[in-house]
């Protein structure tokens, strides 16, 4: 069969129930490559809204998400929450909760267990900041970002990882296809020298980072780069043409 093409919209806090008619009216005029598994990540306020708009070969992920299931914990949202209102996705790890929120390695391995174990499938993000290519340190970083939920977790059968150099979100730069392909074709390596053969065959690994519909179709040519995760131009009607890298 091989991994199913993957693209995931992240619109960030963008939006309100205007905007978001806006982009469900474009996803459902289409078309959309039946072949593609598509995801947006929306909001936390407006998730069920989303979802009731959303046209069935559209799915809506959380954009993030805590590691139990209730509790004392103000302004966070639980898998089960998010599973209550009939969604199945959860993006964790993306650099801004790391950099911004100060998320550590540990605490998106445990976010992602749970999320697992409470039944929902994982966009789990990692890459490096411009400091840390520069120095040489890319694979080191993926790699122990990785490491930290492969601890954590045995069954990758729900997980999609999306590797976003950091310096590439939102600044207009991407890495070069062979860039990307280069570290996705070492994570597919790692993951079958310290995961397993299996995994590492079956785990789609997306790229995120200034994806265009300029810059899709050559990205998408890659061998190990399985899909997109797409922050602003998911906003835009160019996004299907991203949807779409693959035809």
């Known amino acids: ?33 039946p072949n593609v598994e598509v995801v947006v990540g929306c909001p936390a306020i407006y998730l069920d809204y989303a979802r009731q708009q959303a046209p069935d070969n559209v799915q809506v992920a959380a954009q993030n998400a805590y590691k139990v299931a209730s509790g004392a914990f103000t302004g966070e949202i639980s898998p089960a929450m998010i599973s209550d209102i009939g969604l199945k996705w959860v993006i964790l790890g993306h650099s801004e909760r790391r950099s911004i929120f100060g998320e550590s390695d540990e605490l998106v391995a445990d976010k992602t267990k749970h999320a697992l174990e409470a039944g929902l499938k994982v966009i789990a993000c990692i890459g490096e900041t411009l400091a840390e290519r520069e120095s040489g340190q890319t694979e080191a970083v993926v790699f122990r970002q990785t490491q930290a939920i492969a601890d954590k977790i045995t069954d990758w059968s729900n997980v999609v990882l999306a590797y976003e ?65 797409v922050g602003g131009a998911s906003l835009k009607p160019d996004f299907i043409q991203i949807i779409n890298a693959k035809q």
């Open 1 to 33: 069969m091989g991994r199913k093409f993957f693209v995931g919209g992240n619109w960030k806090m963008n939006g309100n129930k205007q905007a978001i008619d806006g982009i469900i009216a474009f996803l459902k005029a289409g078309p959309i490559d």
């Open 165 to 229: 150099p950091v310096w590439a979100i939102g600044t207009g730069k991407t890495a070069s296809p062979q860039q990307a392909q280069e570290v996705h074709a070492k994570l597919r390596e790692w993951l079958k020298e310290k995961v397993s053969p299996e995994v590492s065959e079956n785990l789609r690994i997306i790229y995120g980072g200034s994806v265009t519909a300029g810059n899709a179709k050559e990205l998408g040519q890659e061998g190990d780069i399985d899909g997109f995760l």
